[in-house]
């Protein structure tokens, strides 16, 4: 995607700076980008770096007027009395976020699918982005489809397709004589993926779940059937599975794949330096700075170390951290079932974030970087 950010940019840095910053996009699994830098002697920009600000400017938009929010998500309109959650804005530490452009958003996906793919955090991101597109362009004509395992919302006048694809553990659960299986080194969706421009994937929340909430009754993998086993290594099975079928399948000149750092849930007030809280019901405000006191959920590492080793480009939207740090932005008690959930995000909300991430990565679409005719200019 050429971008009038990147020229913005081009104009400013030198030479070497450039090539620096081509390096880092063909290093893969790199989350460093080159983005709005104000520093302008340290080069280089990690986006998921920084703290929460308040800024009055935000929610970007009003979610009154966002049309079939999920009642897991719709906070306001299930009675969330307090309104700060909505104005904090992710400030990285060494450059800016580009605010969402819904309308450039749509011009540059011209003609392209873009799918998230995995459990009902994924639905949560995608609800965001239809919030965010609509509030852009609120007269665009919208075709909405959806069975069991897909939806998609196409913006016609832009040719863009956003899709959802359910699949709780990217790996294949097939129904066989015994039960349901979960099939640790078997991947069949892949077929559909591969034909998709964006790809979003995300999967955590199902591996630890057991009882009515395991999808599963036996786990394959090396051709062995075992009744459970180390949910840690289970996951680290599947994803490495994954990571083999990007390695295999993903053509990276037509499609760019993302994979969704863990989404976390704040039912332990000990993680926040509040112990004895046990869920985010009386959360109000972000926690400040850019430490989470914790630290990273261990499942982050397991993730960084699978990802680190596939050979092809795969962007970490790497939202973990930014995301522990906002025990305010569940939607508690104020969603459609009234049960407590910490582990899903009001819609506005945090996910608005993760998008304006992921619009930040694709403007700089590292695999699409050419020549410009600024760069010519500083003689590249
Ligand atoms: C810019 O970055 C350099 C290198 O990381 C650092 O030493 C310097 O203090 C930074 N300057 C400002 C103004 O933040
Ligand atoms: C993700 O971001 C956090 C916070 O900046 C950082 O601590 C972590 O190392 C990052 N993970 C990866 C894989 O870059
Ligand atoms: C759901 O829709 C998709 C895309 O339109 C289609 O390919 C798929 O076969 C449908 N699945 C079912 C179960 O109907
Ligand atoms: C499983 O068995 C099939 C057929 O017996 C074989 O082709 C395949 O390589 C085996 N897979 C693994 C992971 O051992
Ligand atoms: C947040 O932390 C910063 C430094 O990390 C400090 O200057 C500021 O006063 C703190 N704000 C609040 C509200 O605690
Ligand atoms: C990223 O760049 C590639 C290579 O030029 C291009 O084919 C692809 O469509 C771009 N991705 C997006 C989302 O524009």
Not at 8 to 14: D, Q, R, T
Request: proline content about 4%.
């Amino acid at each position: 995607m050429g971008s009038g950010v990147h020229r913005s940019y081009c104009h400013v840095y030198a030479a070497a700076i450039v090539v620096l910053l081509i390096l880092s996009c063909i290093s893969l699994a790199s989350s460093e980008t080159l983005f709005h830098d104000h520093n302008k002697s340290s080069r280089r920009c990690d986006l998921y770096q920084g703290s929460w600000v308040y800024d009055e400017s935000y929610p970007l938009y009003d979610s009154s007027a966002c049309p079939n929010i999920r009642k897991e998500f719709d906070c306001k309109k299930y009675g969330r009395p307090d309104d700060l959650y909505l104005s904090y804005r992710w400030q990285p530490n060494r450059c800016d976020l580009p605010r969402f452009d819904g309308q450039d958003f749509l011009r540059r996906l011209k003609g392209k699918t873009i799918m998230f793919v995995g459990d009902s955090v994924s639905l949560n991101h995608m609800q965001s982005l239809l919030c965010l597109l609509q509030a852009a362009v609120p007269n665009s004509n919208i075709i909405r489809q959806s069975n069991a395992t897909f939806s998609s919302v196409i913006f016609q006048d832009y040719g863009v397709s956003v899709m959802l694809m359910t699949s709780q553990y990217l790996v294949d659960i097939e129904v066989e004589n015994n039960g349901r299986v979960l099939k640790l080194d078997s991947i069949k969706n892949g077929d559909i993926w591969k034909d998709i421009d964006v790809l979003v994937f995300n999967t955590w929340l199902w591996w630890y779940r057991r009882g009515p909430k395991q999808l599963w009754d036996y786990i394959e993998y090396d051709n062995e059937t075992v009744k459970d086993m180390d949910r840690m290594v289970a996951f680290r099975r599947a994803l490495t599975t994954w990571g083999k079928w990007v390695d295999s399948e993903v053509d990276p000149t037509k499609t760019t794949v993302f994979f969704q750092g863990i989404s976390p849930s704040h039912y332990h007030g000990e993680d926040w330096n509040e112990p004895g809280v046990t869920n985010c019901g009386m959360e109000k405000l972000p926690v400040n700075g850019s430490k989470y006191p914790s630290g990273l959920p261990a499942v982050s590492y397991v993730l960084q170390d699978v990802l680190s080793s596939i050979k092809k480009p795969v962007h970490l939207l790497n939202i973990t951290t930014l995301s522990q740090l906002r025990k305010d932005a569940h939607p508690s008690s104020y969603n459609g079932f009234k049960g407590m959930d910490c582990t899903h995000w009001c819609i506005a909300g945090l996910p608005d974030t993760w998008n304006q991430l992921l619009y930040a990565e694709l403007l700089n679409n590292c695999t699409e970087r050419k020549k410009t005719k600024e760069d010519e200019k500083v003689g590249i």
